[in-house]
Every structure is written in C-alpha cells, then in structure tokens.
C-alpha cells in the first residue's frame, strides 16, 4: 500500500525516489489479480502499462519536468474508444471489435502522461444501474459483495473504491457515474454538457450522455476534468469555450443553497438517507450557510420524460449494429430480414432490447406527438425553472438515490422500480448541468452514501469548490 493521498503528493514522491511508476503499476496490476472475483474489469493492459511506467520513469531519471498526470494510473469504461484495444460496451454484439481510433478525451489524458490500466466493465450499452446487464457478468460492490455497485459504470466505480487505479472514467447518461459513485463510497462528477468531448465515447442518448470521473478527492477529480475540458473539432456539441476551473478559492464564502422539496418527501426515498441529509442541511446552516426548501412540482413528471427521450435516441443509434455495419454476424443468412433479426436478437441483451423497442413505439406514427413531444416540453419546462433557480441560489442539494446499495438481483424482474431509482440523477441530464455525487455519509447498513450537488451550466469550477467545502464541513 501506497502513502500517497493525491497526484500532486504522488509525483513529490516520484521526484524524491521514493517510488517508481513501475512500482505503481505492478502495485495496481497485484491488486486487479486479487480482486478478480468483483468483475471489474473487462480486459487489463499489462504488457502495455508496464512498458509505459518504464518510459517514465527513464524520462524522469534524464531530468524531464513532469506532465500533468505524469504516471497516474487510470481505468476507461467500456464504452471509450482506445485505438488497437477491444471496445465492446460490454455486449456480445460487439465482443470482438477492435477500435480504430482513441476517444478525444482520453487522448488528453494522454498526452498528459497518464497510464491506462485497463477497461472496466458496465451495464451494456450503458443501460442499467446495478451493473447487472453485462455480457460478461455482474460486478460486485467491493464493500458487500452481495450488494450492487450501481450502473451503469459499475466497474470504472469499483476499480477506484477497491484501490485497483487512481481514477478512473465512467459515462453518465442519466446518473451513471454519480449513482454507482454513491453505491461506492467515493466522489463521481459529471461535467456540464459539452464540457468533455463525447468523440469516441459510444453512444447510449446523444443529447444526455456525458463522460464523467471517479476518484477519491475532489483536487484529483478536478485536474482530470482540466486536462479534458478542451475544445474539440470532432465533437460541435461542445462549448464553444471551455469551462473556467482555475480561480481563487474564497474559503470564508457563505452559500446559498435550495433544495427541492419534493425530494425529501419522496416516498421511495430511504428514511435513514432522508434523515441524515436534512440533518447535514442543519450543520451547514449553523455554518453560515443559507439552506432553503422550494417546491418543485415537476418531479414526478422526470423519470417518465427521461425514458422516452433517451430510449428513442438510443433506438437509433444502436440501428447501426445490425451485423453489416458492426457487429457479430449469425450464419443463418436465409434473407436480409432474417439475417438483421438473428444478428439482433443473438448480440443484444434483455434490457437493450427493452429500450430499443421503448424507443420505437415512442418514436412511431400516432405516438409521436403523444410521448416525444411531450418529453420535449418537458424537458424545456425543467430547463426554464432551473435557470430560475440559479438565478436566486449557488447551487441545488439533494439524495443521489433513493437508497442505498440494494441487493444483487433484487430488481431484475421489476424494471419499472430500477427506472424510478434515477429520480435525483437524471435531472442534471435532462438539463445539461453539472453535478457531483460527494461521499459523506454511512447507512445502518455499514455502507455508504452520500448527497448531490448540482450547479448551474459552465459553473464546473463553483461546483468544485463547493464540493470541497461540503466534505470539509463534514469531516470537521
């Protein structure tokens, strides 16, 4: 076990020799082989991560000045493209593809120095929020192995909670970094929409999906979303200006904080997570801040908008792979229906099939206008009382999930109630804001939880540190 705490204290130790890169990899390799029984991983870089410390460590012996993320070892979800590596958004549709280009974000990271350990495992396609939908298995929550980890990025969450890498990346679609982040114990940011390029990240909804971080402090989480947050031309979702996320820390600030009412009175809401949230909100009044409760009648309709929008995109956008243009191909080649059918039927799983055919019928004659359009309203009536919002507070707290970690196999028959679980997350997707899942928490359970932030678009940098002053607050 290492003593380094963060990146910055960690290349003070490479610069003192106190330690190589080598050893950190081997160090890192040594525990994915130990906790192979959490599935985390997908496939593991060895010959490639070790190579590559050794190219640091020798550019640092001849006196080069270290990069940004100088040899910090960080896992991908399966769902971000690494040019001559398997990218198989954990389905057996696309088992064997090989990618033949790397992920703009990734390519930061890049060229910044950072190893790449491994790809972790997810829900496939990234549709999910137990991790319970891979091709290749479950993954399991490394604090209770009977527990899930969330999803959909499960494995990225699990390969930084069991200290298998640094940090790692997931994607979040409608909370599939901060869900499984707070199953985990450990801080998990989406950034704003088009703050990160999404080239080469495959897509679930175009319009939702986001590459977010894990990591165990909020100054790791925020170097990595600083070396991310650049313009690229591959990518004109994008903001046309990065994000600022440098400035002065005003650590004497008072905040003015809102909650939404319903969300505490929710009635699938955990009593215990209820409790020790709205005792947190105490603690933060006592400490100046200003903690205040609004209505927000626009719940309820959230969780149904949210589904019909990203189960039509993802309807066309998993069009693709049909065995001609990706994908498997079955022998049975009888005619081209048959073929596309065999191909699909063989290559997807149970919950990606329920989705693609969700999004068809709402995207069909004479329910268009029925279930699309109205999400569209929806959608843009949450976008207006948000800007509302922002315009009278810093930022909006709540629950990150209704409960805490839940049993392995506990909702697989009931998808309506795993859908219900995204009531808190999917907001920050609907509307294209930031927000971050902060561990501060323990159930009854003897497993974590935490709370949500969220603030407003291209307010990554107040997020931050808001973040950082909600932990200190806590841990003081």
Known sequence: MFSFSTIKNYHFQLQQNQLSCTDVVNYYLQRIKSNQVLNAFVEVYEKEACTRAMELDNLRKKGEPLKKLHGVVIAIKDVICFKGHKVSAASGILQNFLSLYTASALQFLLEEDAIIIGNCNCDEFAMGSSNENSFYGNVLNAADHSRVPGGSSGGSAVAVQADLCMLSLGSDTGGSVRQPADFCG???????????????????????????????????????LQVMNKKDLHDSTMNNEPALLTGVNDKNRKYNFCYLKETLEHTSLDTEIASEISAYFQTLRNNGHTVSEINFDLLDYIVPAYYVLTTA?????????????????????????DFYFENRTKGFGKEVKRRIMLGTFVLSAGYYDAYYRKAQQVRKLLVTRFDSIFSSYD??????????????????????????????????????????????????????FGIQVMTNRKEELSLLQISDLLINIKNN
Not at 313 to 337: I, P
Not at 437 to 442: E, H, K, M, V
């Open 186 to 224: 450990i801080i998990g940011l989406k950034p704003g929409y088009g703050s990160i390029s999404r080239y080469g990240l495959i897509a679930y909804a175009s319009s939702f999906d986001q590459i977010g971080i894990f990591g165990r402090t909020i100054e790791d989480v925020s170097l990595l």
């Open 395 to 448: 930022a909006v707290l709540s629950p990150v999930s209704p409960t805490p970690a839940f049993k392995a196999g506990l909702k697989n028959n009931d998808p309506t109630a795993t859908y219900l679980a995204d009531i808190y997350t999917v907001i920050a997707n609907l509307t294209g804001i930031p927000a971050i899942s902060l561990p501060l928490f323990s159930h009854s359970y003897s497993i974590p």
């Open 313 to 337: 995109e993802a309807s066309s956008n998993l069009s693709r792979y049909d065995g001609v243009r990706f994908g498997s191909v079955t022998d049975k080649m009888n005619d081209l229906t």
